[in-house]
């Protein structure tokens, strides 16, 4: 069962249920969801072609056709929560998300949506960041960069979470076919470090300054609801201070290093290296571990 049929069984037994709008997660539920611990896989590649190296990395795994098929409806999450342009490093580089949505549509996808919950203004940041007008450069009318519309988040109920019990997650990423994750490896003032499991924040709702009370579980735990088909770690360049919104040249250093795969936690355990740092002194991937969402000692990591 893949993560779309597990989440409208969920869903029509909620409805089922009584719970109207809000799709509950009982722990009993949990035996049907797709395997918990995806392979332990990252590929990655290094060069000055940045959208290049990105479809290197996705070759490596198999090809975009491994992920997507021919049909469906595949929503992109890149980061793209700040009002900055590319070079400073706050958001996925547009290069890299361009080339993510176009080997979508050579696979064969019906549509391809891209969109982010920003912090900042989202008609500024989707523009600043380079990602709206490239990505609509492509000129193809599968493809949609959309806002996200508030309306459209939904109350999901998860007993197997530690501290998120239930939250708003947006509809449009639950019910798509595949969901493709691109995070840009930085500095986070908070958390440490934002990556794979950390970008999540941004296909939630409701009030998020909650959620950063205990934010390392609450991390973890929106990671147990949301499960990407494919992650696309993006280290062009990654933001070492001031993270995460960034805005000085001077913190960021340019890596010429794409990562990709299915695991968030071993992508995230890997990333973590890259700022002089070991996986377990980032609390959200050992509480993501713990959750079983995926590995971080590196030594039982495969690269490709």
Same mark, same amino acid.
Request: charge should be positive; proline fraction near 5%; glycine fraction near 8%.
């Given at each position: 069962?893949?993560? *779309? ?8 037994? @909620? ?82 998300? %361009? ?16 969109? #982010? /919950?920003?912090?900042? #203004?989202? $008609?500024? !940041? ?15 009318? $599968? ?13 999901? *109920?998860?007993? %197997?979470?530690? !501290? ?9 990423? =639950?019910?798509?076919? %595949? ?7 930085? /500095?986070? !003032? ?35 609801? =949301?499960?990407? #088909? ?12 001031? @993270?995460?919104?960034?805005? $000085? ?13 299915? #695991? ?15 996986? @377990? ?24």
């Amino acid at each position: 069962m893949d993560r *779309r049929e597990f989440l409208k069984k969920v869903a029509a037994l @909620g409805l089922a249920a009584g719970a109207g709008r809000w799709l509950v997660m009982p722990e009993e539920l949990w035996a049907m969801a797709p395997i918990d611990k995806p392979q332990a896989l990252i590929a990655q590649a290094q060069g000055s072609n940045w959208a290049q190296i990105t479809g290197e990395v996705v070759q490596k795994l198999g090809g975009m056709k491994k992920f997507v098929h021919p049909g469906e409806t595949v929503v992109v999450k890149p980061n793209i929560a700040w009002d900055r342009t590319p070079e400073l490093g706050a958001n996925a580089h547009p290069v890299v998300v %361009r080339q993510v949505v176009e080997l979508c549509l050579e696979a064969g996808a019906k549509e391809v949506k891209v969109l #982010d /919950h920003t912090c900042d #203004d989202p $008609r500024k !940041s989707y523009i600043s960041s380079g990602i709206k007008p490239t990505v609509e450069a492509i000129k193809d009318p $599968r493809v949609k960069v959309e806002f996200v519309d508030e309306r459209r988040f939904v109350e999901v *109920r998860t007993e %197997r979470a530690r !501290s998120l019990k239930k939250w708003y997650y947006y509809k449009d990423i =639950l019910e798509a076919d %595949r969901f493709i994750n691109i995070p840009v490896a930085k /500095h986070h !003032s908070e958390a440490r470090l934002t990556m794979c499991l950390k970008n999540m924040m941004g296909a939630i709702g409701g009030w998020r300054g909650r959620c950063h009370v205990g934010l390392h579980q609450n991390i973890a735990d929106m990671n147990l609801v =949301l499960r990407p #088909d494919l992650h696309i770690l993006d280290c062009t360049r990654i933001l070492l201070r001031n @993270g995460p919104s960034g805005g $000085r040249l001077e913190d960021v250093e340019v890596r010429n290093l794409v990562l990709a795969g299915p #695991d968030p936690v071993a992508l995230d355990a890997f990333g973590a290296t890259l700022f002089g740092l070991q996986p @377990g002194d980032i609390g959200y991937i050992t509480k993501a571990y713990e959750l079983n969402r995926g590995e971080m000692d590196l030594k039982k990591i495969k690269f490709l």
